[in-house]
């Protein structure tokens, strides 16, 4: 990550020129792709669902997620690097609007219609604005792949007597080769061929088709490495571009740096700018940027792919919409624990795969995590109970499974345990979410009784402390193995009536539904 650069895009370079007041691209355009009626549909549900479910607690959110950042009073024009790469975006948003102007006037009324989606510059798989995102699956499908040239037929001729014709025919051949050019693509300048009945000799049309193809490759090549770029460094120039827009809106001050720089998402510091109406900004604040990287989100995806709240939208997400689903995970487990109660940062804002929230810590230094802090015997206890009330309100209040607690994910801040990095975390009816917790209480109780806590349980005391059942098994294999059969009565039981069980219950009494 390159911190000087997201550094340089602080507003402290004092006033500018005088053209700076004037924004020299004015407001970008935004164009609307149409979808299919049962993707906005399901979209629409989930969103549904999941407002619902949250209870509305953090509509603002959501709300001033799209918001006029650059508006022509506050362009900052410190950052060269930064201007031109704005220019550039728009430069390749307006390419693209005049490709989807030529498309739609080619295509008309046509039933059958062609698409310029692979000649964008913005190339749907990396686009960032929701609104002109298609699924890449869509996007596999090259509609410029050359068509079978018409063929003559196999005894090499056609027609009668004096008439005959054969494959060899220059004429015939010239007139094929120039309707071939046709399938070029679209960028290739062709010219009108047809029209003016050009007859492309053999030699001629090869040296064309030829250059055609290594223009074809370059153009994705150059795809290819903006997709690299993507994926290498945490902070893509999109990234920086929205930081950038977080900064010179004025909600943030600066951007200090990096605290953290781990497999899934970079993290870093940054000072408070204003507050807006609705929103205080803190002092400080730490800025989640979750990693485009795919690999690394790969096997993470049975955390979010059986969560029945993002089931419906898995499916046929691309990658990059399921990262972003990933910041939208955390925003949402974070609201549910701050409504709790729980110490954990407070949600600022989301912006697409960016979680801006609170920092826990002090004058740029993060609060230590719990395994690099030495507590006092007495601190080490109450750290204990704490992080036990704190699981149990986890389940019961917000009901939430951790699912990567340990004391990697535990700070120490102010005398007591903050919780951070719950993008992972679930329901406890999620189809693992009690092996989950189990792995967690694992981690709990295996730090606390390794610091010397004589009170702390153990691992199966504290999954039973915490979950509310009463699991007898008095060993690992039996326990797990009781788990593992729960976790399959709620799979059974949504196979049979459509839902899962709103709770777990192992005393004897029927299981309590959902209704
Ligand atoms: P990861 O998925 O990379 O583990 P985390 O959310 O655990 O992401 O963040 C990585 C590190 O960044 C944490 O261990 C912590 O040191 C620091 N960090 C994350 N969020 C905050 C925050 N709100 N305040 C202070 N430090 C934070
Ligand atoms: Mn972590």
Not at 71 to 80: A, P, Q, V, W
Not at 409 to 431: C, M
Not at 454 to 475: C, H, K, P, Q
């Amino acid at each position: 990550m390159d911190s000087v650069g997201v550094a340089a895009a602080a507003p402290d370079a004092g006033p500018g020129p005088a053209w700076q007041s004037k924004c020299p691209w004015g407001a970008p355009s935004t164009t609307s792709i149409s979808c299919s009626l049962a993707d906005v549909m399901s979209e629409q549900l989930a969103k549904e669902l999941q407002l619902e479910e949250e209870n509305a607690a953090f509509p603002e959110v959501v709300a001033a997620a799209e918001g006029p950042f650059i508006t022509g009073e506050n362009i900052d024009t410190s950052s060269d690097l930064m201007l031109a790469q704005m220019l550039q975006m728009e430069f390749d948003r307006e390419y693209d609007a005049q490709l989807r102007r030529e498309e739609k006037k080619i295509n008309g009324d046509s039933k059958v219609s062609i698409s310029f989606e692979n000649y964008r510059k913005v190339h749907p798989y990396d686009s960032d604005s929701s609104e002109d995102e298609v699924d890449w699956q869509d996007t596999r499908h090259d509609p410029y792949r050359a068509d079978k040239p018409t063929t003559t037929p196999r005894r090499g001729f056609i027609g009668k007597g004096k008439d005959i014709t054969t494959k060899h025919d220059e004429v015939v051949c010239g007139r094929k080769n120039t309707a071939r050019m046709e399938n070029f693509a679209p960028e290739f300048q062709v010219g009108d061929g047809i029209g003016m009945d050009l007859k492309l000799s053999n030699q001629v049309f090869n040296a064309l088709k030829q250059h055609a193809y290594s223009e074809e490759r370059r153009s994705a090549r150059l795809h290819e490495k903006k997709e690299h770029s993507t994926a290498e460094k945490a902070v893509d120039p999109k990234t920086r571009l929205l930081l950038y827009k977080m900064v010179n809106s004025g909600m943030l001050e600066t951007i200090t740096g990096c605290i953290s720089t781990g497999k899934e998402s970079v993290v870093f510091h940054a000072y408070g700018g204003n507050a807006t109406e609705d929103k205080v900004i803190p002092a400080e604040c730490a800025i989640k940027v979750f990693k485009t990287t795919l690999n690394e989100f790969k096997n993470r995806d049975k955390y979010i792919k059986d969560d029945y709240r993002f089931k419906d939208r898995f499916s046929k997400l691309n990658p990059r919409k399921i990262i972003r689903m990933w910041a939208e995970k955390e925003m949402h487990n974070l609201t549910r624990m701050q409504n709790a109660g729980i110490p954990c940062p407070q949600v600022v804002i989301l912006k697409k795969h960016v979680l801006v929230m609170s920092f826990i810590g002090q004058d740029q230094v993060p609060a230590p995590k719990l395994k690099d802090v030495t507590l006092s015997s007495e601190d080490m206890k109450k750290a204990y109970y704490q992080i036990l009330n704190m699981m149990q309100q986890l389940y019961r209040e917000c009901n939430l499974v951790h699912a990567d607690l340990s004391e990697y994910n535990t700070l120490w801040h102010d005398g007591k345990v903050w919780l951070i990095d719950v993008s992972q975390s679930v329901e406890p009816t999620h189809p693992h979410g009690l092996e989950f917790l189990f792995r967690d209480c694992r981690n709990v109780s295996q730090f606390f009784q390794k610091g010397g806590v004589a009170e702390a349980l153990n691992e199966r005391e504290l999954f039973n402390a915490v979950s509310g059942l009463n699991i007898t098994a008095d060993n690992e294999v039996d326990f797990q193995a009781e788990i593992e059969a729960l976790e399959k009565m709620n799979e059974d039981h949504v196979q049979n009536h459509g839902k899962k069980l709103s709770t777990f219950s192992s005393d004897g009494d029927p299981p309590i539904y959902d209704e």
